[in-house]
């Protein structure tokens, strides 16, 4: 297929690709780094009902380098101008790595025309340690004579949006991630999925280069746009983030109301009876796990409430409820994406071990603390390359429940609890996703998730 070009605003040539219906949103792909508009090929025919415009990025395909110091601001005008050369009413811009960094640059700096955004592989801020890797990587290129290269890694080096995102809360966003990929890693995803309101992230057995490894991503991404139309088309503030029209308050909508379903219920329990035990309209001794009120007096209610009461208003409360939002709410939304049932069904069967744990061998009062144990060490095996800002200091993944345990025992955790929901952790961690995969086990899977709670969660196998 031919290709055409023009100059943009500050005489930079582009040359780019225009097919597709006419008259219809139009998709706008940005390839990533050392790539071109030819990396799309086979993947942009997968979408038929849009207009596509595929361009190589200034220094890639056929589109000249610029001369010297390059910024993020110049790439977002390239798309920009490109857009109102083609005269395109409505856009949705789809980047891959540098790409979805441009794409994010230009809806930032030209909202008008864009409908949403489909990152691939993408972050929206460079951390210290990546920031020193761009650098050296900049230096090796120039030195091997890829002095646009080099410029643009540079810029990659010195890029910081986060601070922009907000901007965008009203847009539309599809994230898709891959859970191997070594470039950008997951955790970039998660960011940025919890800095844009209105996003979904989806991540997928894939590394870098996510479309052309995954057709199940090329399968998300059609199945996401199918229902464009029924999402909002215009840019403004999202009401669940406290925008001007916001009707609950901007804390509690936050810490609750932008959680994915089952750790919107635990938190909203776990309120509940913070804030009844504290105003003492409950007690808490009516709450703690007694086996033998259990068992002589029926009181079963303690089953459940042991597990869901984090104390009363104070430091380790505050504690357990930002530990519950910031890994537990993420696993939910990323290793668990559209499977509440199968992350309840995790809970259930975890809280049914700790509990089994405490009846044999412990004297534990609540077991809060434990099933919050489980889920960091889940996500942390999940997540085992990524690296965690933990406080004032940073952590692998894997060493995350133990680092939050440590903390937690300087607040007057009881370590027992830890411990118990370590274990259980690992056990459901090694039945779940180390044994399915060995030839002796033919497939079995000790915690699968029944067909009935998938019916009440409106879930499919």
Not at 223 to 247: K, S
Not at 258 to 275: E, G, K, N
Request: with cysteine; hydrophobic share 45%.
């Amino acid at each position: 297929m031919s290709t055409q070009t023009f100059d943009a605003r500050d005489g930079q040539v582009l040359n780019y690709a225009d097919s597709g219906k006419s008259g219809v949103v139009a998709l706008v792909w940005i390839h990533g780094m050392w790539n071109n508009l030819h990396y799309w090929d086979g993947i942009w025919q997968h979408f038929p009902d849009f207009r596509h415009v595929r361009v190589d990025v200034p220094g890639h395909g056929l589109s000249p380098a610029r001369l010297g110091s390059v910024s993020l601001e110049q790439f977002g005008y390239d798309i920009i101008d490109l857009i109102q050369h083609l005269a395109l009413p409505r856009v949705i811009l789809v980047g891959h790595s540098l790409g979805g960094i441009i794409a994010l640059r230009a809806a930032l700096d030209d909202p008008s025309h864009v409908l949403g955004l489909v990152l691939i592989s993408t972050s929206s801020r460079v951390n210290s340690k990546a920031r020193a890797a761009w650098r050296q990587r900049a230096q090796d290129a120039s030195a091997q004579g890829y002095a646009a290269i080099a410029a643009i890694q540079l810029m990659v080096a010195n890029m910081e949006l986060e601070h922009e995102m907000p901007k965008l809360s009203g847009l539309p966003v599809l994230i898709l991630q891959g859970a191997e990929d070594r470039q950008t890693p997951l955790r970039a995803g998660e960011i940025l999925h919890k800095q844009l309101a209105q996003s979904e992230l989806n991540v997928f057995r894939s590394g870098h280069n996510l479309m052309p490894e995954s057709s199940d991503a090329i399968r998300c991404c059609a199945e996401w746009l199918a229902d464009f139309p029924m999402r909002p088309l215009t840019a403004g503030i999202a009401m669940n983030r406290g925008g001007p029209n916001a009707v609950v308050p901007a804390g509690i909508v936050a810490v609750i109301g932008h959680q994915p379903p089952v750790t919107r219920c635990l938190l909203f329990a776990s309120a509940s009876l913070m804030v009844l035990c504290t105003l003492e309209i409950l007690s808490p001794f009516t709450l703690y796990l007694n086996w033998q009120l259990i068992i002589y007096e029926l009181q079963l209610w303690r089953l459940v409430t042991c597990f869901l009461f984090l104390g009363t208003f104070s430091l380790p409360y505050c504690w357990n409820t930002w530990v519950l939002v910031h890994y537990c709410s993420s696993l939910e939304d990323v290793a668990f994406h559209q499977k509440s049932a199968d992350f309840l069904w995790m809970l259930i069967c975890g809280a049914g071990m700790i509990l089994a744990l405490t009846y044999f061998f412990g004297n534990t009062y609540f077991v809060s603390g434990a099933l919050i144990d489980l889920m960091t060490y889940v996500w942390g095996r999940r997540n085992s390359t990524a690296q965690m800002q933990v406080l004032f200091f940073t952590v692998r993944a894997p060493y995350l429940p133990w680092v939050l345990s440590w903390i937690s025992l300087l607040m007057g955790g009881n370590i027992q609890d830890h411990l118990l929901g370590i274990a259980v952790g690992h056990t459901y961690f090694f039945f779940e996703d180390v044994y399915p995969l060995l030839p002796t086990s033919k497939g079995f899977r000790l915690f699968r998730t029944p067909r009935l709670l998938k019916m009440v969660c409106n879930e499919t196998e």
